[in-house]
């Protein structure tokens, strides 16, 4: 599932952009955990797009471009880990609120354990 959600396919070539604008998240392992960030974000309440980019940057210092954000928001809809509708106000523009789903809870929950598990070998690797 996670290759499907960073939209590679099994046999796909990697490609390094030097003069991206984004290079703090090109350097950081990040892109593989941005979908399990904006899960748990999700988890805690729906909201639209634009406040899940704020809140990478406010709450895990993660800058990651908006197309990234969007696009990782598209393919967890497509797989039914969130959901997103229209919120039509009477002012200011119609903002997609994303809202989790129960398979992306288990998901989430699922991941976070796989996680732990992981921090514990990197805690005996960098001690």
Avoid at 57 to 72: F, L, Q
Wanted: no cysteine; net charge positive.
């Amino acid at each position: 599932m996670f290759d499907e959600i960073h939209g590679k396919s099994r046999h796909y070539r990697s490609h390094h952009h030097r003069n991206h604008k984004h290079m703090v998240f090109s350097k950081i392992p990040i892109r593989g955990l941005l979908h399990i960030l904006i899960l748990k974000i999700l988890k805690e309440s729906s909201i639209h797009g634009g406040e899940i980019y704020r809140q990478l940057k406010e709450r895990y210092n993660v800058d990651a471009p908006k197309p990234i954000i969007y696009g990782v928001l598209r393919r967890m809809e497509k797989l039914g880990l969130l959901l997103s509708k229209w919120n039509i106000k009477e002012e200011g523009p119609a903002t997609r609120v994303y809202i989790i789903t129960e398979e992306g809870i288990d998901y989430l929950e699922d991941a976070l354990e796989k996680l732990k598990k992981i921090r514990e070998i990197i805690d005996k690797i960098v001690t």
